[in-house]
């Protein structure tokens, strides 16, 4: 007997990058105050290519000794019974944010949307909230380039050429041009992962969200039942990072 | 030795004026802290120095509050002492901040649930009561020397602010006015540096620091390491050195210092026992950092030996001998540094998450932290600025005189 032809239903032949960039759309029609912005990371997807952590630096122009997803490698087990498992780590948007209450400037809060920001024209540099998170998901802009050291000439190499230009050029964190090449803000702040706040505002995904080659990286808002992220959010295999410490973190993991 | 000591401050002035240069023009490019260990020196010598200023204003209470006259000739040196340690605790942790021209922000951001910001603000107020309660110490003496000639008399003409009467009512009231302020500055100087501590133990994040008996051992350390300095002092520069007053008044306060010591050593012990003892790894790595980590020694021989078994020894023995009394008080105060250092580095210098060390390499994002050139120049300054303006307020003020008793 002829078997049926397999079929693949239309949704899901669809990149869950479309998908969720449907739930963006959907969640900017909503006023802020009714948006949760979540992410989830499915770890068994994870390849550690670290892919995020680059696109991450790229859109965030960041300089050496600064970033905002690093992917933690954990070997398990002894040989020959090896593998190893991989746990990107960007900003948890607590619900609870132990960095918040610590700020002696109020530079940092929990917004609306839920995403914990700073204000880095008010951020004294103190470093206090670095002690505060207990993922140590922030780090300090020592004011440090990537092309610092390197040799000046009129026909530095491409890369060099490349590097400088890259350096001279703008961030948009927090929907403003950041110019850190002058020395001014965000040198000498504290800075963090903000699920590119200004990529979200302008209807993107966040860049680690695009630049994953596994799609394990997803993200939406949690307060809309019909996201990717709230049907993810709610699997059986979802934990979030040190969960005892109620936190409340909005990055879940699949494991 | 005189000039031995002023050749050798003036190479750590210099060398720390390049540093601050260097710290001004390129920012924290050449210190050593990083992402991970975030604080470091710098932050040690303020709660350093914090620790020594409200320990000295804490004695002086003893003469102005509860009137104990045996020590009143060094109530003046107290609180100058105090003045001068916070003034250059508040420099040295002035250097720290990513954005020093923004410090006032504290003042205006009303961070309630701060309690970095609370500590700003008790030190403001500490600061200022210091200040007004000196002045009002120093007053009287600064009348009489007003009429005389040269720097010393020009000096006392300017800070005695137009208020020279030295009617009985006017003297009855500088008391009266010293009195007040140092009632009001037990409560001040208990809640700011029992706020220093708090600053660290409220930090839940961090096990080896969150800790209720945090605000409590910085009011012990800083009553040992506080009274431990103004012992040294007396005992080389108070007044009426050579005298069996001087001599009665440094071992009473080398009697006081061993007391304070032994009390911060039961604190400490407290500390480490109960911590050490947690059956759950995860507690005890801080304290383990400290006992046997790379700078093992800075708790072994510097702090426990240099800092307490030698100084306890001397003082339990030799404190009727002004010279020996005024060395055991020097080891006490000189090395508790090495106490505030072994409190900020080893509560940071472990990954919260584990694997996070290797996650990312980066030149901020290390677990291994030792100061640099240009911390040590920096701390080198505030250390020497320090010494040049005690010395100043020594030559220029009436801070000991024979006249001290009075106050």
């Avoid at chain 1, 809309?224 to 049907?231: A, G, I, Q, R, T």
């Avoid at chain 2, 000096?155 to 009632?183: K, Q």
């Avoid at chain 2, 940071?348 to 584990?354: H, K």
């Amino acid at each position: 007997m002829p078997r049926a032809p397999f079929r693949i239903s239309p949704q899901a032949r669809e990149d869950v990058l479309i998908r969720m960039q449907r739930d963006l759309e959907r969640a900017l029609q909503k006023p802020l105050k009714k948006r949760r912005w979540a992410m989830v990371i499915d770890t068994r997807k994870c390849v550690g290519c670290s892919a995020c952590t680059i696109g991450c630096v790229l859109e965030n122009k960041l300089p050496p000794g600064v970033v905002y997803r690093p992917v933690i490698d954990i070997e398990v087990g002894t040989y020959p019974n090896v593998t190893r498992k991989f746990l990107p780590r960007p900003c948890m948007q607590c619900d609870n944010p132990p960095c918040v209450p610590v700020c002696p400037v109020r530079a940092t809060w929990k917004r609306e949307d839920g995403i914990v920001a700073i204000d880095y024209n008010t951020c004294i540099g103190c470093r206090y909230c670095i002690t505060a998170c207990p993922y140590q998901a922030r780090t300090f802009d020592f004011g440090e380039n990537w092309t610092d050291g390197a040799a000046r000439g009129a026909d530095d190499d491409l890369a060099l050429q490349t590097g400088r230009a890259y350096q001279t050029r703008p961030s948009f964190e927090y929907g403003r041009e950041w110019n850190r090449i002058a020395g001014g803000s965000p040198v000498g702040n504290v800075r963090k992962c903000q699920f590119c706040l200004h990529r979200i505002e302008a209807g993107m995904l966040p860049m680690c969200v695009t630049t994953c080659i596994g799609r394990a990286t997803f993200f939406g808002d949690s307060n809309d039942p019909e996201s990717l992220v709230s049907e993810l959010a709610s699997s059986p295999d979802v934990t979030r990072l040190k969960e005892d410490m109620g936190t409340e973190p909005k990055v879940y993991y699949l494991l | 030795m005189k000039k031995v000591f002023w050749a050798l401050w003036t190479a750590a002035f210099a060398a720390g004026l390049i540093g601050v240069v260097q710290r001004l023009s390129t920012g924290h490019l050449y210190a050593a802290y990083g992402s991970y260990i975030p604080w470091g020196l710098w932050v040690a010598v303020y709660i350093y120095l914090v620790g020594l200023s409200a320990g000295a204003f804490l004695i002086s209470t003893v003469i102005y509050v509860f009137g104990v006259q045996k020590l009143a000739s060094v109530g003046r040196l107290a609180l100058f002492t105090a003045l001068i340690t916070l003034v250059v605790a508040l420099l040295s942790i002035w250097f720290d901040l990513g954005h020093m021209s923004r410090f006032w922000r504290v003042y205006s951001s009303r961070a309630w649930t701060s309690m970095m910001a609370w500590m700003v603000w008790l030190y403001t107020a500490y600061f200022s009561l210091l200040l007004v309660e000196t002045w009002f110490a120093i007053r009287a003496d600064l009348v009489r020397r007003a009429s005389g000639r040269g720097a010393v008399a020009l000096v006392a003409r300017v800070l005695v602010l137009g208020r020279s009467d030295l009617s009985g009512a006017a003297l009855a009231r500088d008391h009266r006015m010293v009195r007040l302020l140092a009632t009001l500055g037990v409560p001040l100087a208990t809640a700011f540096h029992g706020g220093v501590g708090a600053l660290f133990g409220v930090i839940g994040a961090r096990l080896f620091w969150h800790a209720s008996i945090y605000p409590l051992l910085f009011l012990a350390s800083a009553l040992a390491s506080g009274s431990a300095l103004l012992t040294f002092l007396t005992a080389f520069w108070g007044p009426g050195r050579g005298t069996s007053e001087h001599r009665e008044l440094v071992t009473l306060l080398a009697t006081v210092t061993l007391g304070l010591l032994l009390v911060d050593v039961l604190f400490e012990f407290a500390e480490f026992s109960i911590s050490l003892y947690a059956t759950i790894p995860a507690a005890v790595r801080g304290f383990l950092i400290v006992l046997f980590g790379p700078y093992w020694w800075v708790f072994w021989i510097v702090h426990l030996g240099l800092g307490t078994i030698v100084p306890i020894a001397i003082l339990a023995t030799k404190r009727r001998q002004p010279q020996w009394a005024g060395v055991g008080a020097f080891l006490i105060a000189a090395t508790f540094i090495s106490v505030r250092l072994n409190i900020i580095v080893p509560g940071l210098a472990y990954p919260e998450l584990q694997g996070l060390e290797r996650a990312y390499i980066g030149p901020r994002l290390s677990y291994q932290y030792f100061p640099s050139l240009l911390e040590w120049q920096v701390s080198a300054f505030v250390a020497s600025v320090g010494i040049a303006l005690f010395a100043l307020g020594l030559r220029f003020l009436p801070i000991v005189t024979a006249r001290g008793r009075e106050a």
